[in-house]
């Protein structure tokens, strides 16, 4: 078995597993998630620091605390290395701190044999957005689980939305990983994600652009593929960085979402 090992522990989130199992398990508890609620099989999750994020990524992870789901596929962006569609794992498990994960080669294997992603480990090394999702699934399971990396590069929302359609299957809980607006002012990203936050409640991929969200074209294929399944979207948290460093003049934007499983409405095939 070869794993990759995390690249951004200690950076952040802590590299101390008591530390990290701590600082999460904080982080779930102080969000009451609902006791009943419709089938949530996606999610939409930031990726910064857990000092600025975690707390809304919690809203989403709450909700998922002892899930039977034994299958995650995590999307996101690559932030360092630039490719077009998408890419999965080579490795067969992840570390953190609180140990390793399993890849679901199975599903790797699916992926690359369609032609749908291609399997390299070198644009997800050093990549955060999907790894500091790891330690909130190690905390909320509920037994042993299986994940699905996937890094989705330049693609339009049907190739992306085809891969995670794919990729998900049934039993499968779906997470993107994406901040949103980056950089500006606390009045300006209130407004620009504000016009995010309707584009996703509207399932409508085509008004994200870009310097929307960093993950924006994993948004997109979640939203195409939302929308052909039916789904339903919600949002669960709104903040952005000012929250943890006070620091107003230059802020990135984060929200967490919940997508709930409405068959019926989906589309006939």
Not at 58 to 69: C, D, F, I, K, P
Not at 181 to 200: F, I, L
Not at 225 to 241: E, F, I, N, Q, V
């Amino acid at each position: 078995m070869t794993a990759r090992a995390p690249a951004v522990a200690g950076r952040f989130y802590p590299a101390e597993s008591g530390a990290l199992a701590d600082l999460v398990d904080r982080l779930l508890d102080s969000v009451a998630a609902p006791a009943v609620r419709a089938p949530e099989v996606a999610f939409v999750v930031p990726h910064a620091g857990y000092r600025y994020s975690g707390a809304t990524a919690a809203h989403a992870y709450a909700r998922l605390r002892g899930a039977e789901a034994t299958r995650f596929v995590i999307a996101g962006p690559a932030h360092r290395v630039p490719f077009r569609g998408c890419v999965v794992p080579a490795a067969s498990a992840w570390a953190t701190p609180l140990g390793e994960v399993p890849v679901d080669v199975a599903g790797v294997a699916a992926l690359v044999s369609a032609g749908l992603a291609v399997a390299d480990d070198a644009p997800l090394a050093a990549e955060h957005a999907l790894e500091v999702q790891v330690p909130f699934l190690q905390r909320i399971a509920s037994g042993p689980f299986s994940i699905l990396p996937v890094a989705v590069g330049l693609s339009t929302v049907d190739e992306s939305a085809a891969v995670l359609a794919a990729a998900t299957g049934p039993g499968a809980v779906l997470l993107c990983s994406t901040d949103l607006s980056h950089y500006q002012d606390e009045e300006t990203a209130a407004r620009q994600d504000a016009g995010t936050v309707r584009s996703v409640l509207d399932l409508a991929p085509a008004r994200i652009a870009a310097t929307d969200a960093c993950g924006a074209f994993a948004l997109r294929g979640l939203l195409g593929y939302a929308r052909g399944a039916g789904l339903r979207p919600a949002l669960l948290d709104r903040s952005t960085s000012a929250a943890a460093s006070g620091d107003t003049g230059r802020v990135v934007g984060y929200a967490s979402f919940a997508f709930t499983a409405h068959p019926a409405d989906a589309p006939a095939t």
